[in-house]
């Protein structure tokens, strides 16, 4: 079946370092892949995305690359700060099933410190 | 413009009693989901809704949940009796459609505690 894993958090870093969160996933065919950000107390928003292999989507300097030979969809940002504490889920939407249905990892909550 | 809008924001219950949650899309939007967040895991699907009809239930617990979208606008989800095993945070969403390319937008949503 379709599914997303994430690296476990919680991620702690100091504010301007470079930041890594680890997303694979296992769907058939071509998912369109997505990383969603909820900072606390808010709902869920779309950070970036990317629809076909070696897409990079961008977004508030974040960053992901849609590797198929390693399915995965890695989160990057080179300097991070302290608005950036929240947590973070990679999400796939199959191929198949006709609609937009999200499927979400675990997510992987980031605490930058000052 | 105004996003998706849930109340209440914050609902603790004893277990049995029943329990309800609205979610107002945003304008225009035909599409309305209804997500559920258990702790420490991402959100998954219950319902699905394209104006007032139901066209993904498979993941609802049919038992004891139910949910309407009666003019095609906002929606109410609803849990009788409720169980310990219900608490998490009951999120709606909504999209202009449901085409795979349609963003879905998020409501900040319902955290439920049944004691």
């Known amino acids: 079946g379709n599914s997303v894993t994430q690296m476990e958090g919680p991620v702690t870093l100091s504010e301007e370092a470079f930041l890594t969160i680890n997303c694979t996933y296992t769907?058939?065919?071509?998912?369109?892949l997505f990383w969603y950000v909820q900072y606390p107390g808010e709902g869920l928003q779309l950070l970036l995305k990317?629809?076909?292999?070696?897409d990079k989507g961008s977004n508030k300097g974040f960053e992901a690359t849609y590797r198929k030979e390693t399915t995965s969809f890695h989160l990057e940002k080179g300097s991070v700060q302290v608005s950036d504490s929240a947590v973070y889920f990679c999400?796939?939407?199959?191929?198949?099933?006709?609609?937009?249905?999200?499927?979400f990892g675990a997510g992987t909550r980031l605490a930058v410190h000052p | 413009e105004a996003g998706v809008v849930q109340s209440p924001r914050y609902k603790i219950i004893e277990k049995k009693q029943p329990v309800a949650f609205w979610c107002n899309p945003i304008?225009?939007?035909?599409?309305l989901y209804w997500y559920r967040q258990n702790l420490g895991q991402g959100p998954e699907l219950l319902i699905r809704?394209?104006?007032?009809?139901?066209?993904?239930d498979s993941q609802l617990p049919k038992d004891r949940f139910s949910a309407e979208r009666l003019k095609g606008v906002d929606s109410t989800l609803k849990i009788q009796p409720a169980e310990l095993g219900d608490s998490a945070v009951y999120l709606c969403?909504?999209?202009?459609?449901?085409?795979?390319?349609?963003?879905?937008?998020f409501g900040p949503g319902t955290r439920l505690t049944v004691l």
């Open positions: 304008s225009g939007h035909n599409t």
């Open positions: 999400a796939l939407i199959p191929t198949s099933g006709g609609y937009n249905k999200l499927i």
């Open positions: 769907a058939t065919g071509y998912p369109s």
């Open positions: 990317a629809t076909k292999a070696d």
């Open positions: 969403a909504s999209s202009l459609g449901s085409g795979a390319y349609n963003e879905q937008f």
């Open positions: 809704y394209e104006n007032e009809e139901a066209v993904d």
